[in-house]
């Protein structure tokens, strides 16, 4: 029989739909339910493109003597991380203060007052490497429930009372300067690969958000060392098995230092956040492989992720069937010397082997090769090898596809409507602000309500049942905020003001301080609150960053004091830990700018207004908000009271409540900005 999840909008909890498992979905009945019986949960947590999660469903969860033991003993909650992202947070703090690790999937063991007392993550059916088999697993915890209760019970209310002890001393004493800003700087370098670009050692992460902070110190400071490590490591991810060289987008990170083998899943948010990094990188440095890789990154978002209802999906599996009926991590992405041969010929395959790196041995598993571009030499035959590319990439379209999770993040659709709004706008490509704006209408109509509260998903159009997070509220306000800087439309800023206004009546605390879930929220073990920066900006500094854009928009002193309390965090941590606050130090840096407020008055589509706007556009300066429209025009309080120079368009640049005389001619605009 079907158990209680074939109802719900996750992709991951319909993949466990028809398991042998009795899951119940999160949902105060499924603890009732452990409470009538007698019995503790089993919280399972994953997401659908994570490769483990996967492995464990197939070992275990499929496992029909497994599922029997589960369900006698136990009521199983199956529970999406990318859906429910506080109950995960909660439950991760607790298996990381447990057991110094955490990861996918997470196995947590709960009494039915919902309290953590066992934890861990994948566990194979049979015992390996150390590890104890699930079904040990299962019976240790039914023999410690049954009959060493009060141990269990003590256990749970102390690592309960210890979440609860852990508020957040975040720092509080006014904003990051000069200072803190250069000693992340300095950590960075410490920290940074000069050999292969990107910080640390395996795996390796695309560092994105540290990547924006460079890019702003560089503009901010003319530090020549923060602009190399930017462009260095951004070439090297773009040479490297990372970055799909046929297709476009990055994969979630590499397993090894020189960012060869990729772990293969390609998550919406990576994409949109990188996007945007060389579109950047492109405006610092004018590099064509910056252009390049901006643009067939915002294709892929849109070919690959767009759902037909004009969102963006969550994620593309890792995985995927080799031809042979397995499912093979990495099938859909790898070559051999021989299947190169079979597509091309022999002498294009020889051609392509070398072009990307392509071995007899390979460098991926079976004696297959992820597509790089290893060499530095410019190559002659640039026809040939665009020939040769297409001939791959319409192979691979026939290979088995790569599973889809085809829900709406709303947090993550907000970062992909930032990053195409500016794509589109800086390399003149309308289709592209056309999409963003699709993702944008798609949000208001299905994930807001009348009093502009969030829901954190859709699938197939249809609301979640899960409210929004900090992350939804700042993020769609930061994609809202894009989108109204570059098509000149006033009704994005307001949209971005309404979810603003509901981050500073539910999630603030005193001191600046935030919370990733609202004051009225279901209620959890502990109230979540993450300021660091991991794979996407941290609900807090995204706030930050909206907060203060919001402000330079419209003057508002609320929502400036705001994201200056919220960057306390940033004074605390940047110093020390800055490759988790990546984020907010980008935001520091816009703040330290001013940031530069620039309203440009004219006729919309009049040579020299374009001319003006594109200007405006295309500057560096870091965080500068842009309005651009008729003289006095309602749209954008920026424009009120700026009006047109000797007849014709003209830019106004303010900073620290100081503004420039008005300039109506591009190049001395350019010095300004």
Not at 31 to 41: G, S
Not at 217 to 238: F, I, K, P
Not at 552 to 562: D, K, N
Request: with cysteine; proline share 5%.
């Amino acid at each position: 029989m079907p158990n209680r999840l074939a109802h719900e909008t996750s992709p991951y909890l319909l993949q466990h739909a028809d398991n042998p498992v009795d899951w119940w979905p999160w949902s105060a009945e499924a603890f009732e339910e452990a409470r009538r019986r007698d019995v503790p949960v089993l919280l399972s947590v994953g997401y659908s493109s994570c490769h483990w999660c996967h492995v464990m469903a197939h070992e275990s969860f499929e496992d029909d003597a497994t599922a029997a033991l589960v369900n006698e003993h136990f009521v199983a909650v199956k529970v999406d991380r990318e859906e429910r992202p506080d109950v995960d947070a909660v439950y991760m703090e607790a298996v990381q203060a447990a057991t110094g690790q955490g990861g996918w999937p997470m196995t947590v063991f709960l009494t039915p007052d919902a309290a953590p007392f066992y934890f861990g993550t994948y566990f194979p059916p049979e015992p390996r490497h150390g590890m104890p088999s699930f079904p040990e697993v299962l019976e240790g915890v039914r023999d410690a429930w049954s009959g060493r209760r009060e141990e269990v019970g003590e256990v749970a209310q102390r690592i309960v009372k210890d979440l609860a002890g852990r508020s957040l001393a975040y720092g509080g004493d006014g904003v990051p300067g000069e200072e803190e800003l250069a000693q992340a700087l300095l950590g960075l370098t410490r920290e940074y690969d000069a050999t292969r670009g990107g910080f640390g050692g395996a795996p390796k992460f695309p560092p994105s958000m540290v990547l924006e902070f460079l890019l702003r110190h560089h503009a901010r400071t003319g530090s020549e060392g923060a602009l190399q490590m930017a462009a260095d490591t951004c070439e090297a991810m773009a040479r490297g098995g990372i970055y799909d060289q046929l297709g476009g987008g990055f994969a979630r990170y590499a397993v090894d230092r020189a960012w060869v083998v990729p772990h293969f899943e390609k998550m919406l948010y990576d994409n949109a956040l990188l996007c945007r990094v060389y579109a950047h990188l492109w405006k610092a440095t004018g590099s064509d492989l910056a252009r390049r890789v901006a643009l067939e990154t915002a294709d892929f978002l849109v070919r690959e992720l767009r759902t037909p209802e004009g969102g963006f999906a969550s994620a593309l599996d890792a995985d995927s069937d080799d031809g042979t009926g397995r499912h093979v991590e990495g099938a859909y992405y790898v070559w051999t010397p021989g299947q190169l041969a079979e597509v091309l010929g022999v002498e294009d395959a020889a051609l392509a082997a070398a072009h990307y790196g392509v071995t007899e041995d390979g460098t991926f598993e079976h004696g297959s090769s992820v597509l790089q571009l290893p060499q530095d030499a410019g190559v002659a035959d640039a026809e040939r090898l665009a020939s040769i590319a297409a001939r791959l990439l319409a192979a691979r379209e026939e290979r088995a596809r790569p599973g889809r999770d085809d829900k709406v993040v709303a947090a993550w659709n907000g970062l992909a409507i930032a990053a195409l709004a500016e794509a589109g706008a800086l390399f003149d490509r309308p289709d592209l602000v056309e999409r963003a704006t699709e993702a944008a209408d798609l949000l208001v109509r299905v994930h807001m309500d009348e009093q502009a509260r969030l829901t954190r998903t859709s699938k197939d159009g249809r609301a979640g049942a899960n409210a929004g997070v900090l992350e939804d509220y700042a993020d769609v306000a930061e994609g809202f905020l894009a989108l109204a800087a570059v098509t000149g439309e006033g009704a994005w800023l307001e949209f971005a003001g309404f979810l603003l206004d509901l981050v500073l009546a539910r999630f603030t605390s005193e001191g600046g301080a935030l919370y990733d879930t609202a004051h009225d929220a279901e209620q959890l073990i502990r109230r979540p609150q993450d300021p660091t920066d991991n794979a996407a900006p941290s609900g807090w500094t995204a706030a930050a960053g909206a907060l203060l854009t919001y402000a330079a928009q419209t003057g508002s002193e609320a929502h400036r004091a705001a994201a200056e309390g919220a960057l306390g965090v940033v004074k605390a941590l940047g110093p020390r830990a800055p490759r988790f606050i990546g984020w907010g130090l980008a935001t520091a840096e816009a703040l330290l700018d001013g940031p530069r407020e620039i309203a440009v008055v004219g006729t919309p589509g009049d040579g020299a207004f374009e001319e003006l706007r594109r200007t405006a556009l295309l500057a560096t300066a870091p965080g500068a908000v842009l309005a651009a429209g008729a003289p006095d025009s309602e749209e954008f309080p920026l424009l009120k009271d700026r009006p047109l120079v000797a007849g014709g368009p003209a830019a106004y640049v303010c900073r620290h409540f100081t503004c420039d005389a008005p300039v109506t001619d591009a190049a001395a605009l350019r010095r300004a900005l």
